[in-house]
């Protein structure tokens, strides 16, 4: 069974830092790309970022570039995403998903 | 960046009724579209990918079809549990991008 496993979500303070995680069972995470997606209270879905297989290839939405870093680590089946100068626009769920998999999610609030 | 339209923006249809959700894209994305269900509460599911491949475990009332610009996900045989919001995204090229999403009632 595939599962994918994010964690880190939470409220934060504007202009803070968080690093959410996604750990993936059920599929040769080493040969996948994997990103991260998110959606708004009520809103539609919104692709962030995405990195290849060996990690060597990132790619970010605009609004991400120079905040958010996406990273993995095959030998743990993971991949990161470090949000730093967080601000309320940031407010989501957070999901993983890989080869037309996604996980539940993880929320991040963005409030003083 | 790539700008996906999604027609139409909800729909209300009956179990048993065949329904046809169009995707349009701003510029050329060859088949490199897929199809998302999402139901509430719930995170998205992968219906359909490169336009029109299902994806494994998903029922074969669900097909997808285009290329180009123009992209089709049709449902036959509507069943209760098909009552979702639907979307579609290209990844084509970067930004990746979504459209804003079918909203599909069953009566």
């Known amino acids: 069974e595939v599962q994918l496993v994010e964690s880190g979500g939470g409220l934060v303070q504007p202009g803070g830092s968080r690093r959410l995680s996604c750990v993936v069972s059920g599929f040769t995470f080493s040969n996948y790309w994997m990103s991260w997606v998110r959606q708004a209270p009520g809103g539609g879905l919104e692709w962030v970022a995405n990195i290849n297989p060996d990690g060597s290839e990132k790619h970010y939405v605009d609004s991400a570039k120079g905040r958010f870093t996406i990273s993995r680590d095959n030998a743990k089946r993971s991949v990161y995403l470090q949000m730093n100068s967080l601000r309320a626009e940031d407010t989501a769920v957070y999901y993983c998903?890989?080869?037309?998999?996604w996980g539940q999610g993880t929320v991040v609030t963005i409030s003083s | 960046d790539v700008q996906l339209t999604q027609s139409p923006s909800s729909l209300s249809a009956s179990v048993g009724d065949r329904v046809t959700i169009t995707c349009r894209a701003s510029?050329?994305?060859?088949?490199?579209l897929a199809w998302l269900q999402q139901r509430p509460g719930k995170p998205p599911k992968s219906l359909i990918y490169?336009?029109?491949n299902l994806q494994r475990g998903v029922p074969s009332r669900f097909s997808g079809s285009g290329s180009g610009t123009d992209f089709t996900l049709t449902i036959t045989s509507l069943q209760p549990e098909d009552s979702a919001t639907y979307y579609c995204h290209q990844y084509n090229a970067y930004p990746i991008t979504f459209g804003q999403g079918t909203r599909l009632e069953i009566k």
């Open positions: 998903a890989g080869t037309g998999f």
């Open positions: 510029q050329d994305v060859t088949n490199n």
């Open positions: 490169t336009a029109s």
